[in-house]
């Protein structure tokens, strides 16, 4: 019992310090895709960016089982179409506990379960059930001793605050006053934080040219585009901030207590449709970069300068079986071979790796297929680059596609012929990236995961530790400690 007791206050104190340490920015995984990595190839490619937090849309178990011992935090979902069956059953909400997190924690660093996602706007049939969903799963954690180390919240939208600025006057949509309630008394009772999708790209589009984009995009305003709130006279800059700053003072209106925010979705389409002009590349990179930047600092909403703001971006791939409009299939920062999409890092050593030698040579994303396989072809015969990789159960062989063996087999003859002059053209079909596009067991020639002479396993490998610790887990550890030596001393 005095153990048991040791550690749920240390679990306690962990959560607790892990608040107090700073903001964190984490990244969705969504599965809606056709070329869908294996659940081993995604914590590879997890690994290789450095990615310490997540967040599934469901709680897939082959997933859960190869996060097992990679210390990366995992959120897990209840799905919108599960929710309904466990606010009506408390013997079905302990039959989820137990298959998607009891029996995997503590190998699987699972920390949250986010119950439904945008319930109240995408099912608002379910809405009277939601906070009783939540209830009996809480009630299946705590039979399981795992309430401290698990958190449930529900993810909901901006849509429910119907007019966002100004931040101080902003309050949530009166038809959701009673479960609204509910919901909050649940996450002050429990210790737990309030989930929001939060869009600037929306906000933008949407406000018809009545905030500049440079707001949307974190990007300094000049003197007479200043974004200011009238009532308390706090200066925005960016929509980000006044967005998570009107759901704070949404949550007042109700209670006046604090409940820490964690944007559960937010990131910005690299591509649209013809009327979807602002999704870009361009902005796309600049909006996921400068929110990194943004949230890593530390510090909160102007209203809540102390509470750092967490944040998850959507998403890691292109879903491109989604339906609606190009953009909806456009909001991946890596393709699912593993490369980026734009220079992009969420990792904690602050720089993307690099080829120190200046580079690596990938297939231009659309090129014409035929012209592909012709480059393909010459890089593999003429040019003599080594193309074993790509063969038939070799590291690089999957995804089997055009654009992923031609990557590799331009790399290799780039990175071997550079120095006697060779360009990374191939009749326009190749482009050169900063960002190392290995990804798994699979090595590009020129990375710094490979040693000279031919391939092997990354750093990331299964073989390898669990994880980093940055600078900033020290004063955790060391609390940690501290607080172990004393209880047990008592």
Partial sequence: MRFEMLLGYILLMYGSFSVALGGYVGINIGTDLSDLPSPEQVVAILRSHQITHIRLFDADNHLLSALSDTGIEVMVSVTNEEVLRIGQSPAAAASWINRNIVAFVPSTNITSIAVGSEVLSVIPNVA?????????????????????????????????????????????????????????????????????????????????????????LFQPLSPVKQIVDPNTLFHYDSMFDAMVDAAYNSIAAFNGSVIPIVVTETGWPWAGGANERDATVDNAEKFNNNLIKRVMNDSGPPSQPTVPMNAYIYELFNEDKKPGPLSERSYGVYFSNGTSVYTFNLGTSGDATVNASGGFCVARKGADAGSLQDGLNWACGPGQANCSAIQSGQPCFMPDTLENHASFAYNDYYQRMRSVGATCDFSGTAVTTMVDPSYGSCIFTGSTNSSSGGLVPPAFGPEGPPGNISPRQLPEIWCLLLVTAVLLVL
């Fill in 128 to 216: 009277p059930v939601l906070v009783s969903a939540m209830q009996n799963l809480h009630k299946a954690l705590v039979s399981s001793n795992l309430n401290n180390g698990v958190k449930i919240s529900t993810p909901v939208s901006m849509d429910i605050i119907p007019k966002p600025f100004p931040p101080s006057t902003a309050t949530f949509n009166a038809t959701w006053n009673t479960t609204i309630t509910e919901l909050l008394t649940f996450l002050r009772r429990t210790n737990s934080f309030f989930m929001l999708n939060a869009y600037p790209y929306y906000g933008y589009v949407q406000s018809n040219g009545i905030f500049p984009i440079e707001y949307a």
